[in-house]
Each structure stands twice: as C-alpha cells, then as structure tokens.
C-alpha cells in the first residue's frame, strides 16, 4: 500500500524560507511521480511542482519557479520541497501526491489527477 506523509509546515515571515518533506511508502516500481500541490482558503487546489525521483525529471508552475527547489533522496524514500522568498500568497495546504505509470513531469500531469495523497500540511506566511 502506498503511504505519503507530509511534514515541515509553519509559520514563516515573508522572505523566509521552508523546507517540506514527504515520506514515501509502498513503492514498488520506478515510473511514478511525486507531486506537490496546494490549496489557498477560497481558492482550488492547483500543482506546484513534481519530480520524478529515478530520473530526477522536474517540473514547476511558474508562480514558484526559481523560488521553490524539488528534490529527492531515494535512499530515505523522500521527496522535498525547498521553499524560498516565500510571499503571502503562498500561503496555503501543501499536499504530495503520487501518481504510478509515469516517467514524465508536466502540468498536464498534475491536472489529470493523482493516484495517492497525503494529509497536507499548512504553510503560512506572514506580511
């Protein structure tokens, strides 16, 4: 059974930085994708950023690229999610999500759904 568990959330000032982290589990093959998404109070849900971790093949939406890092160590079964310059508007729940049969990142991905989620964890920044 694959498990994904989300940590790292807080309070930051804006400016800050934050690092989340997802912890994997039940993985049995190499072609599936790590997403990170999240949800603002009032807004949809929308994708962030992804990797996959064989291959290290990234993707970010362009309201965080060169703010925010993916990464991955396979050894941990982890996946991060280094956050920096982070503003208000980044305030939201930040979800990992894991979708099987994939050796691509894209957004086109992250819209078409995700097999496995985690429980989120909040990220606030203040202004």
């Known amino acids: 059974e694959v498990q994904l568990v989300e940590s790292g959330g807080g309070l930051v000032q804006a400016g800050g930085s934050l690092r989340l982290s997802c912890a994997t589990s039940?993985?049995?093959?190499?072609?599936?994708?790590i997403a990170w998404f999240r949800q603002a109070p009032g807004k949809e849900r929308e994708g962030v950023s992804c990797i996959i971790p064989s291959d290290s093949n990234t993707w970010y939406d362009d309201s965080v690229k060169g703010r925010f890092t993916i990464s991955s160590d396979n050894a941990k079964n982890t996946v991060y999610l280094q956050m920096s310059e982070l503003k208000p508007e980044d305030t939201a729940v930040y979800y990992c999500?894991?979708?099987?049969?994939?050796?691509?990142?894209?957004?086109?991905?992250?819209?078409?759904?995700?097999?496995?989620w985690g429980e989120g964890t909040l990220v606030t920044v203040s202004s």
């Open positions: 039940g993985f049995t093959r190499d072609d599936y994708a």
């Open positions: 999500a894991g979708d099987l049969y994939v050796t691509y990142c894209s957004g086109l991905l992250l819209l078409g759904g995700m097999d496995y």
